[in-house]
């Protein structure tokens, strides 16, 4: 590779981020519609019961914690912020896991991604694949947290050793305003200005936590696709071996989400450079699965859970990963789905007056009354209970806050533990809108 990166000329960037631009452009509706969707289930979709119906990981707590992970947000750090909130406050280990790996991997806007700019069999293997890694990890937890580990790391959570404060100890005065509204019947929401420019607020809150995840992803899937040549690809992934190649992908894919960083939705470009380059379907599967064991993530649970715990989680995920991309590949195999060809480009790096441009138009609008609604939320009587995560941008409930910080004789409200130590390393910098108690 570092030969290759020599020969790069500003002509091959230029194309590269073409690429990536266009294949940005090829999904812009999509996202806005995956996004739209998950900000209104996200506002109208109650959650305060949800620690008590996760007590424990029988069948139908399992389906629950699957179905409160799809109406989530689908950033991989808010989601394991918010595992580890439940499992904090006494829901069971596995179901928190379980309501990681749907948050991730069963929520709208990645479907929807995933069929404009792969094809639709790659989302429907994408939630088939979901609910058996989901299954699997339900029906294996025996083997692998069994023991003392859970307690212990539950003990270490409730006593503050992740280098927190006591936020069972620090709820805001708005937590009854906003118990009141999570229990307003559903005819009153949809018809109230203050509940749709609160969906609006985490449309926005949710696009601006992973804009940096999208840019990553797309521009390096611009690279992979444009500089990386074919014979670079078939180096790393096996071909023409049956089951051996099937296995080595599944196996290969995981590991390059491992140190690539990216995860969430600004994986599924990186996804579509993949199979350009030849990876195999279930490779492709395995590697989307992957995002929660991206190397930052991974850090952030050893600070959770701890190092033994941490390292559990890492190999069991991994496996289940690679596995549930292995029997996907195995099913679409079977009945004939997986699509027999790959695309020579990844998307069409000319603007053309097609359906996708239209649909661009008219999402562009719709994003436009979003961000109104979004902008204007006081004055329309949204807002109440909600604050904004000054570092990541992320709408986060007050009163379930996964963390907070005072500064100042100002209380912040964050998605997630990582977010607020960026913000007691350096308050200035990010201090700017609190929520006053």
């Known amino acids: ?243 051996w190649t099937s296995l080595e992908n599944v196996v290969v894919g995981p590991f390059i989400a491992f140190i690539s960083f990216v995860c969430s939705i600004g994986n599924v470009p990186m996804a579509a450079a993949l199979w350009h380059g030849g990876i195999s379907f279930g490779g492709v599967i395995s590697f989307i699965f992957a995002d929660l064991i991206a190397l930052p993530l991974v850090l952030i649970y050893r600070k959770y859970y701890g190092t033994r715990l941490t390292l559990r989680l890492f190999v069991w995920f991994y496996a289940l990963m690679s596995a549930a991309g292995l029997i996907v590949e195995g099913l679409f195999s079977w009945t004939g789905l997986i699509p027999s060809t790959r695309p020579g480009t990844i998307a069409a790096t000319h603007f053309e007056w097609n359906y996708t441009t239209f649909l661009n138009i008219i999402f562009l609008a719709v994003f436009g009354v979003l961000y109104w609604l979004h902008h204007n939320r006081k004055r329309l009587g949204g807002g109440v209970g909600y604050a904004f995560d000054p570092v990541c941008g992320m709408q986060v409930r007050t009163a379930t806050a996964p963390a907070r910080s005072r500064h100042d004789h100002h209380t912040y409200y964050f998605c997630s533990d990582h977010c607020r130590e960026r913000f007691d390393a350096d308050p200035s910098r990010f201090a700017g809108q609190p929520v006053k108690e």
């Open 1 to 243: 590779m570092p030969h290759l990166l020599g020969l790069v000329s500003v002509a091959d960037i230029g194309d590269s981020l073409r690429e990536s631009f266009f294949m940005f452009w090829e999904t812009l509706w999509a996202l806005i519609l995956g996004f739209g969707l998950s900000g209104a289930v996200q506002a109208f979709v109650s959650k305060d019961q949800m620690q008590r119906a996760l007590g424990d990981h029988r069948p139908a707590a399992v389906a629950r914690a699957s179905g409160f992970g799809m109406v989530s947000s689908s950033c991989s750090y808010a989601a394991s912020a918010m595992a580890k909130s439940l499992f904090q406050k006494g829901a069971d280990f596995v179901s928190a896991m379980v309501f990681m790996f749907a948050s991730t991997n069963l929520v709208i806007e990645l479907g929807v991604v995933l069929v404009v700019l792969m094809g639709w069999q790659f989302a429907a293997a994408e939630f088939v694949g979901g609910s058996i890694m989901i299954g699997l990890l339900a029906l294996t937890a025996g083997f692998v947290v069994r023991g003392g580990i859970v307690e212990r790391a539950r003990k270490r959570l409730q006593e503050g050793n992740v280098g927190g404060h006591d936020h069972q100890a620090m709820v805001g005065v708005s937590d009854e305003r906003q118990e009141e509204l999570e229990h307003t019947p559903w005819g009153e929401k949809l018809t109230s200005k203050a509940a749709w420019a609160d969906a609006a607020g985490y449309t926005m809150a949710d696009i601006t936590m992973v804009r940096r995840e999208l840019v990553i992803g797309y521009v390096v899937a611009g690279l992979f696709a444009v500089l990386v040549p074919m014979n670079v690809w078939n180096d790393v992934f096996l071909s023409g071996h049956g089951f």
